[in-house]
């Protein structure tokens, strides 16, 4: 399969733990991103690389999270000192420029519980 | 600012009719508007998308859609649904840039 993958696909944790969560972007897309999603909702956007760079940065995205993409491919979301309004949809999306642009395919999603 | 609002959160079918899922669209100019699915326990798949090329939009599976200005209006449709059509369905818009703005979200049930 040569999609966007993600892991773990579930997690489970205290409050206060943290958490890594870990997404491989399809092999020749150059920008990756981070999208949220809580029950009920639609995904929301929370950062976007394009290879290493770390272009954008939501309001959602508080101090206790951090993203990083080391080599330009694969990328890690940090989760410190989890509270329970973390519990989501953690969802990771790559791209590459088309004839019509980007056009973002997502990965399975990894589905965090803080009890 | 822009925003897309899908105006039924949850609609039910019989097999074999069609499927008319609602989104309206707030933009200050033509906006880029796309149709995601997502199927349970699977990641979110571009139905089709539309960037002014054409008013009408072909996609995946039978699924289609129409952009209105005069409507602000991007509705999703399908002549005839079958039941694995069962899922999550997902207007969206993007600000020109990467961000993609996403819809409520609109759950789609088949009736066997």
């Known amino acids: 399969d040569t999609g966007v993958s993600q892991d773990p696909r579930h997690k489970i944790t205290k409050r206060g733990q943290n958490v890594t969560f870990r997404c491989d972007p399809i092999s020749e897309h150059n920008r990756l991103y981070w999208y949220r999603q809580t029950l009920g909702q639609g995904p929301e956007f929370l950062t976007y690389f394009q290879n290493e760079a770390q272009l954008e940065k939501s309001r959602l995205l508080s101090d206790r999270f951090s993203a990083e993409r080391p080599k330009g491919s694969f990328s890690t979301l940090e989760i410190q000192r989890t509270e329970q309004g973390d519990s989501a949809m953690y969802l990771c999306a790559s791209s590459f420029k088309g004839p019509q642009g980007y056009e973002q395919y997502f990965g399975p999603g990894t589905r965090l519980t803080v009890t | 600012a822009q925003s897309v609002t899908q105006l039924d959160s949850h609609v039910s079918v019989s097999e074999g009719t069609p499927v008319l899922l609602r989104c309206n669209y707030s933009s200050s100019y033509s906006p880029s508007l796309f149709w995601y699915v997502q199927h349970p326990n699977k990641g979110l798949q571009l139905l089709l998308k539309?960037?002014?090329?054409?008013?009408l939009v072909k996609g995946i599976n039978g699924f289609e859609a129409e952009f209105k200005k005069s409507e602000t209006s991007f509705h999703l449709t399908k002549p005839s649904a079958h039941m694995s059509d069962a899922a999550e369905y997902f207007c969206v818009t993007n600000f020109g840039n990467e961000k993609l703005t996403f819809g409520t979200g609109t759950r789609l049930t088949i009736i066997p």
């Open positions: 539309y960037t002014s090329a054409a008013t």
